[in-house]
């Protein structure tokens, strides 16, 4: 079945430093691919995503790559900011599951 | 506009008693999913309806779970009789045409089941 797996925070960095959360995934098919955000007191939010291999998706200043090569989907920001604080997932679908599956959530803290 | 939302925010049962969760969708939405993250574990898909259909329920753990979803407005899960092992938080999402496969799902906050 599929699958997603991403590093297990918490993730402490300090105001600007350099993001990467990593995602890899194991699919059947060839699956879209996702980044959503929860922050305090709301619920998840899509973030980026990317449906097919190299493509990039972007928001906010976030950026993901889809690469098949190495199954991966890794999450970065250049200059982080203390309203990033928040939990981020990584999911992908595919025409072998209705919904999403989704990793285990990585909580990422910004100091300032 | 409204988002999705979701009653209650948190409930704390016994085990062994019931629980009814509510989720209301985006107005126009026509697809309506659940799902549950227990502590530690990822987010897992319990089912999806399409107006008031069940599309998909094969994330459902077991016959104690019960979705329904009246009219295609509104849903409601029902725990009966709630176990330990139930505890968690409790998402719905809807969207429009698309759905999982766009992935642009618009979340509520979640119902934090907690069943001591």
């Known amino acids: 079945g599929n699958s997603v797996t991403q590093m297990e925070g918490p993730v402490t960095l300090s105001e600007e430093a350099f993001l990467t959360i990593n995602c890899t995934y194991t699919?059947?098919?060839?699956?879209?691919l996702f980044w959503y955000v929860q922050y305090p007191g709301e619920g998840l939010q899509l973030l980026l995503k990317?449906?097919?291999?190299?493509d990039k998706g972007s928001n906010k200043g976030f950026e993901a790559t889809y690469r098949k090569e190495t199954t991966s989907f890794h999450l970065e920001k250049g200059s982080v900011q203390v309203s990033d604080s928040a939990v981020y997932f990584c999911?992908?679908?595919?025409?072998?599951?209705?919904?999403?599956?989704f990793g285990k959530g990585t909580h990422l803290i910004i100091q300032p | 506009e409204a988002g999705v939302t979701q009653f209650p925010s948190h409930s704390v049962i016994e085990k062994g008693q019931t629980v009814t969760l509510r989720c209301d969708p985006i107005?126009?939405?026509?697809?309506l999913y659940w799902y549950r993250r227990v502590m530690g574990k990822e987010i897992k898909f319990l089912l999806h309806?399409?107006?008031?259909?069940?599309?998909?329920e094969s994330g459902m753990p077991n016959n104690r779970f019960l979705a329904e979803r009246t009219g295609g407005t509104y849903s409601t899960l029902k725990v009966q009789p709630a176990e330990l092992e139930d505890s968690g938080v409790y998402f719905c999402?809807?969207?429009?045409?698309?759905?999982?496969?766009?992935?642009?799902?618009?979340f509520g906050e979640g119902s934090r089941l907690t069943v001591l």
């Open positions: 999911a992908l679908s595919d025409r072998s599951a209705d919904g999403l599956t």
């Open positions: 990317a449906t097919k291999a190299d």
């Open positions: 699919a059947t098919g060839y699956p879209s």
């Open positions: 107005s126009g939405h026509d697809n």
């Open positions: 999402a809807s969207s429009q045409v698309g759905g999982s496969r766009t992935g642009e799902l618009f």
């Open positions: 309806f399409v107006k008031e259909s069940k599309q998909d």
